[in-house]
């Protein structure tokens, strides 16, 4: 819903998402909000998420609610365990999703170890963006990954990922870079999210995801369904629950791969 403190679902309300989301009985909901370190969250950002959160707990008392940050923007320990308790003393969550952890752990352990290390201590979860079998932070509750700049899915990597930690699930999503339009070498040049939204049709996305719900079987992952999905340049929100087919189209392939 919310990139930094910019609301970025176009003309949907709070109430109106979390309707949708709830439809679908989730075990989780990922990211409804991405802060970069610093940004407050404003009372109106926490009413909203608190609006979705207790639609959606009515639905299913036991899923379970995350919050995006960036581990990139951390350069110590202390300040990425003082954002997390930022977001603890605001908003009620059950864990934390971090990008570009692979590569933050790598370059700087101790931000990513005293993350996972406060979020235990708090019976949170922590996951992160990863993208190599050598960059897994010991202590991680499980993966989480994307499909390549191709939009296909990374085979190789989950193929990996289950050899070298076979206890560890993980989670998949669509790749969504919508700064990288004009410059991306795949697709003609569309960035991920661009040509997802743009050039696929509505029978395209539906066979995409499905592609992507079924194939969970053969390479043992879970798929992150795609409600709310980020357009091109401006990061507007596609809007997808605007459509009423869609969530249909959602619930109907979490039923079949996800029951």
Known sequence: MYQQQRWIDGSESASAIGSSLAILHPSLVSELIRLSA?????QQMI??????RSIVLQSNPNC????????????TAQSVVSEMQ??????????????????????????????????HSNNQFITGHI??????????????????????????????????????????EIN?????NGTSNYLNGWAEACYYKYVMSAQQKLSYLGSLAQNQTTYDYHFEY??????????????????????ASIASLMNQFNS
Do not use: K
Not at 38 to 42: A, D, E, H, K, S
Not at 47 to 52: A, L
């Open 131 to 172: 993208w190599g079998a050598n960059s897994v932070p010991p202590g991680i509750d499980y993966i989480s990954t994307d499909t390549d700049g191709n939009l296909q899915l990374r085979a190789t990597l989950l193929v990996n990922f289950h050899a070298e930690y076979p206890d560890l699930p993980v989670n998949v």
């Open 47 to 52: 009413q909203d998420y608190d609006t979705v």
């Open 38 to 42: 610093g940004t407050n969250l404003t």
């Open 226 to 247: 795609p409600l709310e999905f980020p357009t091109c340049g401006t990061f507007s929100a596609f809007d997808p629950i605007s459509s009423g087919s869609t969530v």
């Open 176 to 180: 969504q870079n919508p700064q990288n």
């Open 64 to 75: 379970e609610f995350d919050i995006a940050l960036n581990m990139n923007d951390y350069g």
């Open 86 to 119: 930022y977001v603890n003393s605001q908003i009620t969550v059950e864990g934390f999703m971090f990008d570009f952890m692979g590569p933050a752990y790598l370059a700087n352990p101790a931000p990513t170890l005293a993350a996972i290390q406060y979020a």
